[in-house]
């Protein structure tokens, strides 16, 4: 019965999540870009930059943030770096990226200082929801969804640091993950024995559960702002 969770959540659930994100991303693209335009202008001033640079300075150093609270502003940046990181860590998990060894590493770069970075980022983000003013504007599914991303970031740095920490038995080869996700990327769907018979299997499955279900609630909650900021920035800017 353990066994067939375990493989939904590797195999079906992966395929179902990526399917749920791309098609909620797809339809929410659309209703946007199809409802009515606003007449006058959203536009903020003084126009001291082009364009571009003004989109890529209000994203990217998020002003707006640093004028209202330098504390916010700081779990901001760093999380919002450590997600970038994040993404690069899981890309190595599928494809050897040479241009990432650079910085000579093991997979994951930072040495599981990325999920540290964003689990006490995330609690932050979900206490703060408890004071006022913020408390005042949030929706259960903005705790929920905040509980759901911290747990998939718990299980991953478990399961990454058990192995970095050299817990001998605990150890999966990177290459063992990237037969398992060349196998999900060809339809070919396989679980390498290194993986499903590592002993922290069941961290892996539950890292990936609440990562898959993270991934399919995306495009359907606030967390879709990682999008529609750069629009919103961009209509301001116009
Ligand atoms: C919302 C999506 C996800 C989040 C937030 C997330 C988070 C994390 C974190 C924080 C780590 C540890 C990184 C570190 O300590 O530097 C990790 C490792 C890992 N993640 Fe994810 N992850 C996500 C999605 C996935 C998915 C979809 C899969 C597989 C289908 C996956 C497979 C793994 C594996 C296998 C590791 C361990 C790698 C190792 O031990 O070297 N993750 N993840």
Redesign the pocket.
Known sequence: MLDLFAYIV?VPM?YL?FILFVAGMVWKLVRVFRSPSITGTLGLFPRELPRPLAVARDAFLVPSAFRKDRVFWVFIVAFHAAVL??IL??CE?VWNIPALQVIPHR??????????V?MIGTLYFLFRRFGAPVREISVPEDYFLLII?FL??LF??I???V??LGIGAMH?P?QA?REY?AG?LTLNPRLPVMVSYSPHYAV?VI??FF??L??MLFPFSKMIHAVFAFFAYSTARR
Not at 107 to 116: E, Q
Request: hydrophobic content about 60%.
């Open positions: 590797m992966v999540a990181f994040l860590g899981h998990l997979v994951f770069l930072g040495a599981g200082s990325v999920g540290m964003m991303l998939s970031i991953g740095s399961l990454h640091l192995d970095r999966v990177v993950y996700f999900l892996m890292h990936i990562s898959n993270f991934i």
